[in-house]
């Protein structure tokens, strides 16, 4: 009985940091500076922003939510943190995941695929207001 309690307590424990974790943003300092600093080519597209709602709704809606709140215990791509993320750091991200995270690589999708989701997730962080949830972010 006694084994079964620590063994429930040390699981939970372990959950609460490793999920803790995902939301602290370490991903970023994996981003090489060549690409942190990269510009989103479609970053005052129109075309860009519909055709990146589409691929959105195909490939992040589903853990994500159809506006970016996230849902399913995964994060709100319209967080602060999220946010502060430059448009290079992001298309990094969609091209190498982060899968501890489980965030999983879109890399499967041509460059400019990459940047037009960007673009549209900049389009719906200007629709909606900040909310800097930190288990909610990568």
Request: aromatic residues 10%; contains cysteine; charged residues 20%.
């Amino acid at each position: 009985m006694r084994s079964r309690i620590f063994l429930t307590a040390f699981l939970l424990i372990t959950s609460l940091l490793c999920f803790a974790y995902v939301g602290d943003g370490k991903w970023l300092s994996h981003v090489p500076d060549k690409d942190r600093g990269r510009a989103n080519p479609f970053a005052t597209s129109p075309d860009a922003v519909r055709a990146g709602e589409k691929l959105f709704q195909e490939h992040c809606a589903e853990c994500h939510g159809k506006e970016g709140a996230g849902q399913h215990g995964k994060p709100a791509l319209v967080s602060a943190r999220v946010r502060r993320a430059s448009d290079g750091e992001l298309q990094w991200l969609l091209r190498n995941g982060s899968l501890w995270n489980g965030m999983p690589s879109w890399s499967s999708l041509p460059e400019q695929q990459r940047w037009q989701i960007v673009t549209y997730l900049r389009e719906l962080q200007r629709q909606h207001p900040a909310s800097d949830v930190a288990w909610l972010t990568y």
